[in-house]
Nanobody, 118 residues
Framework: QVQLVESGGGLVQAGESLRLSCAAS????????MGWFRQAPGKEREFVAA????????SYIDSVKGRFSISRDRTKNTVYLQMNSLKPEDTAVYYC???????????WGQGTQVTVSS
């Protein structure tokens, strides 16, 4: 089972940027993807972005397209989420997880808090 550790969150002002990292221990198999989800207070956890581990194909929720970029470094077993032009509505705890066939496998890390002030 893969263990995931997220980092890189913080408090920023609207319009600023952050880069989140998710370090994975254990092997991530081809055919799997890595995904970022977020959960704001009082809301359900929602999908943000995903990247196919082998092919590098990406997908995003509409609200972050053009602002967020997901990438991975297979030599470091790490996936990144570059977040630009942050908005207060991006405030949430961000989690990463492995995914297969579009479904989160639930091996969540501890999450990293992102707070965007207006």
């Amino acid at each position: 089972q893969v263990q995931l550790v997220e980092s890189g969150g913080g408090l920023v002002q609207a319009g600023e940027s952050l880069r989140l990292s998710c370090a994975a221990s254990g092997r991530i198999f081809s055919g799997f993807s890595m995904g970022w989800f977020r959960q704001a207070p009082g809301k359900e956890r929602e999908f943000v972005a995903a990247i196919n581990w082998s092919g590098g194909g990406t997908s995003y929720i509409d609200s972050v397209k053009g602002r967020f970029s997901i990438s991975r470094d297979r030599t470091k077993n790490t996936v990144y989420l570059q977040m630009n032009s942050l908005k207060p509505e991006d405030t949430a705890v961000y989690y990463c997880t492995t995914m297969r066939s579009g479904v989160a496998l639930g091996d969540w890390g501890q999450g990293t808090q992102v707070t965007v002030s207006s």
